[in-house]
């Protein structure tokens, strides 16, 4: 027989977790499916979160394990490959189980693909971050480089001056006409220095990042390099059962209320799955705005079906 849940929560990071707990709580049978690929797994910490700033991410996320596990919820390491909607979801997953379940939560995060330059990828979460406020006090006041990936990345080099006054913003494949006067205004203000050409690799040295270097050859030493990724938003559960989904300069995201709530009745998204910047306190709101708003739902569904009868 196929097992049946209240809840189906897809994705075990910070907002998988938090809806799991308040669900957990809240006496519903739920099931956490997590394929194992937090955003965060590059980064040695995470910082903002209050009382668990500077934790590590995989230990943030073994606690949470551990306590929504307390109250009953299912967790299980595999992927959700279908599902189907019809009186509730039939959650597939790829190591061949088939679920049934009265909602979803859908925390299916995002991926980041970093730029294609030598040293990028294996720096990142080290010394090539993307975030100030998750890094910039780790590294303040050091000297800081900053990868453009458009013509957006002056935002980012502006932001990041806040935690250094020596910033260099490489335009990497980024033309200088591609700069606004107002952008020339304010990286002038910032004094942040522009420097034109592609970037052909980094320079490490003794596993440390020691600069930047240009395809021209000139190497410009910064210990410190902050670049955007481009977000790649993991929509296609949300696709398969026909949200409604958002363009943003970031991605697709699906449109959702304020409890996270999707256009699909009865699938609620939370965290990255909703938008790129969620931080790991964002998420763990969202989750549990979704698990509290479903737990209304499926109470006020029991009721009404109760007093038909």
Same mark, same amino acid.
């Given at each position: ?25 809240? @006496?519903? &049978?739920? !099931? *956490? =499916?997590?394929? %194992?690929?937090?955003?965060?797994? $590059? +980064? ?55 679920? @049934?379940? &009265?909602? !979803? *939560? =859908?925390?299916? %995060?995002?991926?980041?693909?970093? $730029? +294609? ?71 002038? +203000? ?120």
């Amino acid at each position: 027989m196929t097992e049946k849940y209240a809840v189906v929560v897809v994705g075990g990071g910070a907002a998988g977790l938090s809806a799991a707990l308040v669900l957990g709580r809240a @006496r519903h &049978r739920t !099931l *956490v =499916v997590d394929a %194992g690929e937090p955003r965060n797994a $590059p +980064a040695a910490h995470m910082q903002g979160y209050l009382t668990r700033d500077g934790m590590p991410p995989a230990e943030f996320l073994a606690i949470g394990r551990e306590e929504v596990a307390r109250y009953g919820v299912e967790l299980v390491r595999d992927r959700v490959v279908d599902v189907e909607r019809g009186e509730d979801f039939a959650v597939v997953l790829a190591g061949g189980r088939t679920v @049934r379940a &009265r909602r !979803l *939560v =859908v925390a299916t %995060g995002l991926k980041d693909e970093l $730029p +294609a330059v030598p040293g990028v990828a294996e720096r990142f979460g080290r010394d090539v971050l993307h975030c100030p406020f998750c890094h910039g006090w780790e590294v303040r006041d050091q000297p800081f480089g900053v990868l453009a990936t458009s013509p957006a990345s002056v935002h980012q080099a502006l932001m990041v001056s806040q935690w250094s006054k020596d910033v260099r913003l490489f335009l990497h494949t980024v033309a200088e006409a591609e700069l606004s006067d107002e952008d020339l205004r304010r990286l002038a +203000a910032a004094r942040v220095d522009v420097v034109p050409g592609e970037v052909a690799e980094l320079v490490v040295e003794d596993d440390r990042l020691t600069g930047v270097r240009l395809a021209d050859g000139t190497t410009h030493a910064r210990p410190v390099l902050f670049t955007a990724p481009r977000p790649v938003p993991q929509t296609g559960l949300l696709e398969r059962l026909g949200a409604e989904l958002h363009e943003t300069p970031f991605g697709a995201y699906p449109v959702v209320d304020a409890t996270g709530l999707t256009t699909v009745p009865g699938v609620w998204a939370a965290g990255n799955a909703i938008g790129f910047a969620e931080q790991v306190v964002h998420a763990a709101s969202g989750g549990y705005r979704a698990a509290s708003a479903i737990v209304g739902d499926l109470l006020m569904t029991d009721l009404d079906a109760a007093a038909q009868v």
